[in-house]
C-alpha cells in the first residue's frame, strides 16, 4: 500500500480506504480508479493472514467434503464454486479422513475462515459436541458458523436437509411391480446400514416386506487392492453366479450402479430385459452410459444456493434463530428401469 501511494503521490490512508473496499464520499471517484489501476499494476495482493491478524475477516469460508468420491463429490464442489463466483469469499476445500478423529476439520483447526459448510459427513454422533455449545446449539466453537448439508445433516446447527425416502420408495415400487426379486447393491451390511441413519436400507427393508419378497444384500466392500467400482463389479458378479439373477438392482449410488452395469454385461445380461437397475445420486455420467441409469436425483444446486444463503445470514447475524430447509430428491427414469 505504502509503493502505490508514494507512486501517486496520495496518502497510505487514501491507498487503504480503496483497496480495503471503503465506500464513501471521501476520496473522489478519480482518485479511486486511480489506486486500483496502480495496484493492479504493480501486483497487489492483500495478505490474508495480515487481514485475519488485523481483525477483519478472512473472506475464506471451507467446505468439507466427505471422502474421495469423485463423481459425488465434483458435482457438490461445482454447485458450491457456482454460488460463489458473485462474492467477496474464496472457497477452501477440506477432504478429511474420517476414520482418524485428529484429522476432522473441527478438532484443533487453526486455519483463518469465516465459516464451515459440511457436506454429506457421516462421522458419530461422539463428534458433534466438538462442533457446537450444549447450551447453545447455534454457536460453534470453532467460533465460525457451520452449515451442515445432505442426506447425513447435523440438525442442532444451521441444515441444508436432503430426504431420499419418498425418491427410493418410487423407485423400489417401480422395480417390485416388475419381478419377485429385487437386489440391494448395498455399502454396509443391513446391521450396519441402520447404525448409520442411512435412509436407503430402512425404505428397502419396508417396501420388500409390503410385497412379500425376501431382501437380498450384495454388500460392497472397499479394497485397497481395487478401486469402489471395481469391487462394486466382483461382488455383483460373484453374487449372480451363486444366486442366480434378481428381476431388479437398486444400488447405494451411482458409482455402484455404473459397476453393477458392468458386472452384468460381463455376464451376458440385457438391461433392463433381464435386470431392471437403478442408481442413486444423479451424477451427470449416468445419462452416458448405454442403457442411460435410472437414478434417484440429490439437489446438488438447491443444496448449495440454500447452504450459502444459511452462511451468509449468519455470518452477518449470529444470533439469528436456527435456520433449516428439507429438500427432496427425485426419481429418473431411464432405460435402465424399464
Given at each position: 500500500m505504502a509503493d502505490v501511494a508514494r507512486e501517486l503521490s496520495v496518502s497510505p490512508a487514501t491507498v487503504s480506504y480503496v483497496l480495503n473496499g471503503r465506500e464513501g464520499t471521501l476520496v473522489s471517484d478519480r482518485t479511486r480508479e486511480r489506486v486500483l489501476e496502480m495496484a493492479q499494476q504493480m501486483g497487489y495482493r492483500p495478505n490474508r493472514a495480515a487481514q485475519v491478524l488485523a481483525g477483519k475477516r478472512s473472506n475464506v469460508v471451507e467446505l468439507c467434503v466427505n471422502g474421495f468420491h469423485p463423481a459425488f463429490n465434483g458435482q457438490v464442489i461445482r454447485a458450491f464454486q457456482n454460488q460463489?463466483?458473485?462474492?467477496?469469499?474464496?472457497?477452501?476445500?477440506?477432504?478429511?479422513?474420517?476414520?482418524?478423529?485428529?484429522?476432522?476439520?473441527?478438532?484443533?483447526?487453526?486455519?483463518?475462515?469465516?465459516?464451515?459448510?459440511?457436506?454429506?459427513?457421516?462421522?458419530?454422533?461422539?463428534?458433534?459436541?466438538?462442533?457446537v455449545q450444549p447450551d447453545a446449539p447455534i454457536v460453534s466453537k470453532l467460533g465460525v458458523p457451520i452449515v451442515s448439508t445432505g442426506i447425513y445433516a447435523i440438525t442442532n446447527i444451521d441444515f441444508v436437509r436432503v430426504d431420499l425416502s419418498p425418491a427410493i420408495e418410487a423407485a423400489l415400487r417401480h422395480l417390485a411391480a416388475h419381478g419377485n426379486r429385487i437386489a440391494y447393491v448395498s455399502l454396509w451390511p443391513a446391521h450396519t446400514e441402520s447404525e448409520n441413519s442411512d435412509q436407503r436400507y430402512p425404505v428397502y427393508q419396508r417396501v420388500l416386506r409390503e410385497f412379500g419378497l425376501k431382501e437380498e444384500m450384495i454388500v460392497t466392500y472397499a479394497s485397497p487392492a481395487m478401486s469402489l467400482r471395481e469391487c462394486t463389479r466382483v461382488a455383483v458378479r460373484d453374487y449372480i453366479a451363486q444366486h442366480g439373477c434378481p428381476d431388479g438392482i437398486f444400488c447405494f449410488?451411482?458409482?455402484?450402479?455404473?459397476?453393477?452395469?458392468?458386472?452384468?454385461?460381463?455376464?451376458?445380461?440385457?438391461?433392463?430385459?433381464?435386470?431392471?437397475?437403478?442408481?442413486?445420486?444423479?451424477?451427470?455420467?449416468?445419462?452416458?452410459?448405454?442403457?442411460?441409469?435410472?437414478?434417484?436425483?440429490?439437489?446438488?444446486?438447491?443444496?448449495?444456493?440454500?447452504?450459502?444463503?444459511?452462511?451468509?445470514?449468519?455470518?452477518?447475524?449470529?444470533?439469528?434463530?436456527?435456520?433449516?430447509?428439507?429438500?427432496?430428491?427425485?426419481?429418473?427414469?431411464?432405460?435402465?428401469?424399464?
Open positions: 460463489f463466483v458473485a462474492n467477496p469469499y474464496q472457497l477452501r476445500i477440506v477432504n478429511p479422513d474420517y476414520a482418524r478423529e485428529e484429522d476432522w476439520p473441527f478438532v484443533g483447526n487453526d486455519w483463518p475462515m469465516d465459516g464451515l459448510i459440511i457436506s454429506d459427513a457421516y462421522f458419530p454422533e461422539s463428534i458433534v459436541p466438538s462442533l449410488n451411482d458409482e455402484r450402479a455404473i459397476a453393477t452395469l458392468a458386472a452384468l454385461r460381463d455376464l451376458g445380461l440385457k438391461v433392463p430385459q433381464d435386470v431392471r437397475l437403478i442408481g442413486c445420486d444423479g451424477i451427470e455420467e449416468t445419462t452416458y452410459h448405454y442403457p442411460p441409469i435410472s437414478t434417484i436425483q440429490y439437489p446438488f444446486d438447491e443444496v448449495a444456493l440454500l447452504a450459502w444463503d444459511f452462511l451468509s445470514r449468519r455470518i452477518e447475524q449470529p444470533d439469528l434463530p436456527l435456520q433449516s430447509a428439507t429438500l427432496h430428491a427425485e426419481l429418473v427414469l431411464r432405460e435402465s428401469s424399464g
